[in-house]
């Protein structure tokens, strides 16, 4: 009778991954280990077809599962991990969820069939209870935390990001600020309205009831417009936009109504696209660490694949505001449109 790889692991002293590797993907590990992995191995029954028939449980591919490729972020994290992957030799397979945890799981129930080497993924709400499919393999996390799953994340500091956004619209005096947020149930949303309303109460916070990139581009543009119609004195001078669509949108609005930016309204965006920088008046912008974040997961999991079994380890990467023309001084115009 032949052993199970939890109980080789604990004869050898080893954990259970490092034995699982071994058998799958030798070559990624230590070759003293993998040598005393593979004998004891074939000593305890494991050898012959099964150890070659193991050899071939893990491809070359790295799986990229990210939130919406309608949004410039995430094609900029698929391109910074896959830099890293073709550099180790390891070929990125590229999924994306649309922040839908259905999706999510059925793209990882398919992907079992690919035997893939790691994941970087932007994980869902749901993410912990669609692990359970992963099967040892090895996994970071990018942009949101993860609950009720230990793995290595790289996050970006979005209450850093929100205070840099709100302090540079306080200096130049605004006082009525409002927050434009999507749906809370996606973590970088949570965070940033969170963090808005804990670093300034009298903020007012907006929610868009949205996930997707069109959604929140239309809520956007919807709220602008009801922001509008308030009454002067209650209309806020500036918005801070917490994602790429929620800007778009909110530009979009201001400029079917007339609404001069940044002389009627001022506006800052959390996440610097590159479209922003030309805009015909350029937008100020809390610019996230994208490609560092992305080179960051990639290079720690290609330290897991090769047998790193440190503890898991939380990385987190600074945002910098970019001030431009989107954000003046309030009442600069005497304009009655907004």
């Not at 119609?229 to 500036?238: F, N």
């Not at 560092?292 to 290079?299: F, I, L, R």
Request: hydrophobic content about 45%; proline content about 4%; glycine content about 6%.
């Amino acid at each position: 009778m032949t052993v199970n790889v939890s109980e080789l692991a604990r004869n050898l002293g080893l954990s259970a991954s490092t034995v699982s590797r071994a058998l799958r993907h030798p070559e990624l590990v230590a070759k003293e280990t993998r040598e005393r992995i593979l004998e004891a191995a074939r000593d305890a029954g494991m050898g012959g077809e099964s150890l070659t028939e193991g050899r071939r449980l893990r491809s070359g591919l790295i799986g990229v599962l990210v939130a919406d490729l309608h949004n410039a972020f995430s094609g900029e994290i698929v391109a910074a991990v896959s830099e890293v992957a073709y550099a180790h030799d390891f070929i990125p397979v590229v999924g994306c969820t649309y922040e839908r945890a259905g999706e999510e799981s059925h793209i990882l129930r398919q992907w079992r069939n690919l035997k893939l080497a790691g994941l970087v993924v932007m994980p869902t709400a749901h993410f912990a209870k669609n692990a359970e499919l992963l099967e040892e393999l090895p996994v970071i996390a990018v942009d949101r935390d993860v609950t009720g799953f230990e793995c290595d994340r790289v996050l970006d500091d979005n209450a850093e990001g929100m205070r840099l956004a709100i302090d540079h619209l306080r200096e130049l005096g605004h006082e009525r600020i409002a927050v434009l947020a999507g749906s809370r149930t996606v973590y970088t949303f949570k965070e940033r309205a969170a963090a808005a309303a804990a670093y300034a109460p009298d903020l007012e916070i907006i929610e868009v009831n949205a996930v997707a990139y069109e959604e929140l581009y239309m809520g956007a543009f919807e709220q602008v417009n009801i922001l509008s119609l308030r009454d002067s004195r209650r209309r806020p001078t500036a918005i801070i936009a917490t994602n790429n669509a929620l800007s778009a949108g909110t530009l979009y609005a201001a400029n079917l109504r007339g609404i001069r930016i940044p002389d009627d309204l001022s506006m800052v965006a959390f996440g610097d696209s590159q479209w922003m920088r030309f805009y015909p008046v350029p937008v100020t912008a809390v610019r996230q660490p994208v490609t560092a974040m992305g080179t960051a997961a990639a290079q720690k999991l290609i330290t897991r694949i090769k047998g790193d079994e440190s503890p898991f380890t939380l990385e987190v990467l600074h945002p910098m505001l970019m001030p431009r023309s989107s954000s003046g001084v309030p009442g600069a115009s005497s304009s009655a449109s907004y």
